[in-house]
């Protein structure tokens, strides 16, 4: 990036600040009301109660009260994040990959047993067919077996006639 174009974005960048810095008191508020909120929830539950509080944001203060308590979270979890390293003797950035490590095996994890559940469901589905087919060919044999039948029957008609 050159630096005019570092410039302009960081214009931007400052005026769109400027302009959302009104909000900030009221940004910080929602942003404490999130956190007593999902703060302690089950973790497969915040996600949940976090969607639907920015919806609520969304509904009552519009698209620039959501981009001022985005800019007031992203502050906050850098706030905490660099708190979390000073309290545990780490770089923020050895915090970062802590938990940037965590969610890659996360993924592995679930990528593994996706692929165990994919590799279940075709044997079943095979399972599934070769049970389909075997069932269509003793369904012809049984077709086979009834046409021997009238022929047997039709010849022996026949012969009595």
Do not use: C, H
Request: proline share 2%; net charge negative; hydrophobic share 30%.
């Amino acid at each position: 990036m050159d630096k005019e174009m570092r410039r302009r974005l960081i214009a931007e960048a400052t005026a769109e600040r400027e302009r959302l810095l009104p909000r900030r008191e009221e940004a910080t508020q929602t942003t404490i009301a999130l956190m007593r909120q999902s703060t302690g929830q089950s973790p497969d539950l915040v996600p949940y109660l976090n969607v639907a509080y920015i919806q609520a944001v969304k509904r009552v203060y519009g698209e620039d009260g959501v981009l001022a308590f985005a800019l007031s979270l992203a502050n906050w979890a850098v706030a905490a994040l660099d708190d979390v390293a000073r309290y545990t003797d780490r770089t923020p950035e050895q915090v970062i990959d802590r938990y940037e490590t965590s969610i890659m095996e996360v993924r592995q994890a679930q990528a593994e047993e996706d692929e165990q559940e994919k590799k279940a469901k075709e044997a079943k589905e095979a399972e599934e067919a070769k049970e389909a087919e075997k069932g269509k060919k003793d369904e012809e044999g049984k077709k086979d077996e009834e046409g021997k039948k009238d022929e047997e029957g039709r010849e022996d008609e026949r012969e009595s006639s």
